[in-house]
Structures are given as C-alpha cells and as structure tokens.
C-alpha cells in the first residue's frame, strides 16, 4: 500500500517517517471500515504468496470511507479536508500495486479487470482513478480504457483524473 500511494502515504497519516506510515497503514488494513481497510482490498495471489493489491470503493460510499481517516488526522492536529476522490456512479479505484518480481506477468491488468467486471456487476456506470504525472502505471490505465479526463489537486500533489465508461452492454 505504501508502494502504491507513495508520498501521498505520508500526508495521510500524518506520520514523518516510513516507519510511522507502515504502522499506520497496518492498523487501518485490519479494520474492515475505512477507505484503507481490508473491506476495500482485492488482492491478487500466486505461488509466489501475495502479489498485487488493489484498493477500490464505490464513489457513493467515498465520505462515509474516508471518515476514520479525516478524524485520524484531525486527532494529530492536521486538516481532515482532502477532496474526496470517488465519485456516485462510479468505483474508485483508490491504489494499485504489484510486487516488483510479478511485474509484467499480468497481475495490473487482472486486478483492473476484475474491478472492471464488479462495477458492472454492481451496476456502476464507470471506473476512475488518479495517478501521479510521470507514473509508469499510466500506460497500464491506458491500455485497459482509461482516458485522462483532468487533474485533482490533493495535499501536494496534482494527480491526472482518468476514468473509464461503459455501455450497459459492454462485457469485461
């Protein structure tokens, strides 16, 4: 997780350190409430162990998610007033990474693809995400359909806003 949110990881949990972030990030996982909570993650598996994670929630429970967070940082003195990224209608996905060995084996793409067919299966009109400028991953959205469609300013960070649409009748 940390991977996959990089600094941003520091400024949501207001912690100094990588250490601090880790302890952090460990105990919001365990919990199933929250926007970092095991509640939101796929995790992709091999023979290898655990390989790739994937943090998603649908854009209409975003504020409820990102509640326990917001209170977290207010309670350490910082603002709890970040944009809240997902949007109705749509699955937010919030963080994606692979284990640098099981990079280029697929894993991105099957955990892209698996959001891709439970927001059809819940009826969702869409995917979104963000991702940082000069972010290899980029490429990776691109080829599974996702088009910049803007830029969201986060605590400092500008990330490129890329979503993905569909017809009622487009398969996974």
């Known amino acids: 997780m940390l991977e996959a949110y990089g600094p941003l990881a520091y400024e949501l949990t207001a912690q100094p350190?990588?250490?601090g972030v880790l302890q952090v990030l460990r105990r919001?996982?365990?919990r199933p409430e929250g926007r970092l909570g095991y509640g939101t993650a796929l995790i992709a598996e091999s023979q290898e162990g655990r390989v790739g994670l994937l943090v998603r929630y649908a854009g209409d429970d975003a504020e409820r998610l990102d509640?326990?967070?917001r209170g977290h940082l207010r309670a350490l003195g910082h603002p709890g007033d970040f944009p809240t990224e997902g949007r109705p209608g749509e699955l937010y996905l919030d963080a994606l990474a692979v284990a640098p060995a099981a990079?280029?084996?697929g894993v991105g793409r099957q955990l892209l693809a698996a959001a891709k067919a439970e927001a059809q299966a819940r009826?969702?009109?869409g995917a979104a995400l963000l991702v940082e400028p000069g972010n290899?991953?980029?490429r990776l959205y691109e080829r599974a359909g996702f088009q910049v469609r803007g830029r969201l300013q986060l605590p400092g960070h500008t990330g490129a806003h890329l979503d993905?649409?569909?017809s009622a009748s487009t398969s996974p």
């Open 17 to 19: 350190d990588e250490a």
């Open 28 to 30: 919001w996982f365990t």
């Open 67 to 69: 509640h326990p967070l």
């Open 103 to 105: 990079r280029g084996q």
């Open 123 to 125: 009826g969702l009109r």
């Open 136 to 138: 290899p991953a980029q």
């Open 164 to 166: 993905l649409f569909w």
